[in-house]
């Protein structure tokens, strides 16, 4: 499968590498660093730890839940204020705002990653997002503080104010009512001492405001030595090659089993119930294939009670351009056959047949068969044929053997290019490899050996495999030709070289 598949499934491999190029160039090499944050690990004066603005998120409202904190360190927020300490432009903060992650490890410690094109900027990249964020929490929690500040300078101010708004009253009281005196002087003192506590509370916090740092710290900065590197292209392509190879052996996985062509000798076994398949091409040599050929058919025509003096060789569709492949097999074994005609049913299929003949490689003893020797064919197969080529009859004016070329089972007039009335010899069915389908040479079986037109062998044609073949030679040293006609031959001009070597492979056995 994979053998009949094989550039299919590079293409589909190649398809991968490229894609997987393409992915890499727009996804050049890249570094990610990673740094671990800790916050909530300060303390604020007792003034301010006693103060109404005290909730739940801390003293500074700074401590909300890990997820929303997290969500804030990948914020463009703080993304943009690292950038700008990084003095990046506006692609490169673009691309910081993609790559920059933050997870909550646990409630108040977080894992920072960030992306750059080397690792010295992916570590300044994530160190700088840390900082940022620390800053951001510095500046809302001086904020917060400084709103507290003001709030206790103010309540200070009120108080002496309204100490210093009881001196008049107090000094009346003192001279008409000692007692009512004593009781402004409490209030007074009061107020005093508010005055005093506010002021107190106020110091603090300024003092506080001047040495918050943002309540964290960075406990595992990021380092240039310690990051991550992405695919590089060549693991991209690698990774494409792999997708692309199982996608093309699926892919012929799957047309394997859906396809209803001919493949392989299987096809032909299981469609025709014949063991006798022969298929062109390869290296073999031509003489010795012929034989093994021919003396198969011969054996299956004893079987069967036929003579195999005469052979039928019928393409099963118009596209086996290679049909007359049999017929160059006898140009090449004539003298282990014996005096050997081909014989065309057809004009087109006579010049099929010359063509063959005459762009072999090799020279050949097949002539074109003109006068008394073309009238001892037509005599022999009860018609005239349409072209005719072989060697010289034997001396008893016959021939040993007759392959008889029909037009295609399929093709233009179908069945209506018959054989001689005449005819009971044996057929051999041609089959194009990768082309014809499994259920036209059922159909094709059954009409024949329906009109007695038995089907004893079966030649697969593989146009690929021979053009590759051809290409073999042609970049190969050309071998010797064989021997030169016997007398008697008249090579024709159109018919001077012989065909390519042509491999006939079969199994063992007779129809099933």
Request: hydrophobic content about 45%; glycine content about 10%; charged content about 20%.
């Amino acid at each position: 499968m994979i053998r009949m598949h094989w550039q299919a499934i590079v293409a589909v491999m190649l398809v991968g590498g490229l894609v997987g190029a393409g992915w890499a160039l727009r996804n050049p090499v890249t570094y990610t660093a990673r740094a671990e944050l800790v916050t909530g690990n300060y303390s604020l004066p007792a003034e301010v730890a006693s103060q109404p603005a005290i909730a739940k998120a801390g003293a500074l409202g700074l401590e909300l839940p890990a997820e929303t904190q997290a969500r804030i360190i990948a914020s463009p927020t703080i993304v943009d204020v690292a950038a700008q300490a990084l003095r990046l432009d506006d692609r490169e903060t673009s691309a910081l705002r993609g790559s920059v992650k933050a997870t909550a490890t646990t409630d108040n410690s977080f894992a920072i990653s960030a992306a750059g094109l080397t690792p010295e900027e992916a570590s300044a990249n994530v160190n700088a997002v840390a900082a940022a964020f620390l800053q951001y929490r510095a500046d809302i929690g001086r904020a917060d503080m400084n709103v507290l500040a003001e709030r206790a300078h103010a309540a200070a101010k009120d108080s002496l104010a309204s100490a210093a708004s009881l001196a008049g009253p107090l000094a009346s009281a003192q001279a008409t009512n000692p007692g009512y005196a004593a009781g402004i002087l409490a209030k007074r003192e009061e107020l005093e001492h508010a005055a005093s506590s506010a002021e107190s509370t106020a110091a603090a916090l300024d003092d506080a405001v001047k040495n918050f740092n943002g309540g964290g710290s960075v406990v595992r900065p990021a380092t240039a030595g310690a990051v991550d590197e992405s695919p590089s292209m060549l693991m991209f392509i690698l990774l494409g090659l792999a997708v692309g190879l199982m996608g093309g052996v699926a892919f012929a996985v799957i047309r394997r089993q859906v396809s209803d062509r001919i493949m392989d000798r299987r096809d032909i076994m299981r469609a025709s119930g014949l063991t006798e398949i022969f298929e062109l091409g390869g290296q073999r040599d031509g003489n010795g294939s012929v034989q093994m050929l021919l003396r198969s058919v011969e054996n299956s025509s004893a079987k069967l009670g036929l003579s195999s003096a005469q052979i039928a060789v019928r393409p099963l569709t118009h596209s086996n351009h290679g049909a007359a492949g049999l017929l160059g097999l006898a140009a090449g074994g004539h003298a282990s056959l014996g005096s050997v005609a081909v014989v065309a049913l057809r004009r087109e299929t006579g010049a099929d047949i010359a063509r063959q003949l005459g762009a072999g490689r090799d020279s050949t003893p097949l002539s074109a068969l003109t006068g008394h020797d073309l009238a001892t064919v037509n005599s022999e197969i009860g018609c005239e044929a349409s072209a005719a080529f072989g060697t010289a009859p034997t001396p008893t004016g016959t021939y040993d053997l007759l392959l008889l070329a029909t037009g295609s089972h399929f093709g233009t007039g179908g069945n209506q290019d018959s054989l001689p009335a005449g005819f009971s010899g044996p057929t051999v069915l041609v089959v194009h490899a990768r082309k014809d389908r499994v259920q036209d040479l059922e159909q094709a079986i059954g009409e024949l050996n329906a009109a007695n037109f038995p089907v004893v062998a079966v030649l697969m044609v593989d146009q690929a495999k021979n053009k590759t073949r051809k290409r073999g030679i042609g970049r190969s040293e050309r071998p010797k030709p064989r021997n030169s006609s016997p007398e008697g031959a008249r090579p024709s001009p159109a018919v001077r070289s012989g065909m390519p070597d042509v491999e006939a492979r079969t199994t063992a056995g007779t129809k099933s």
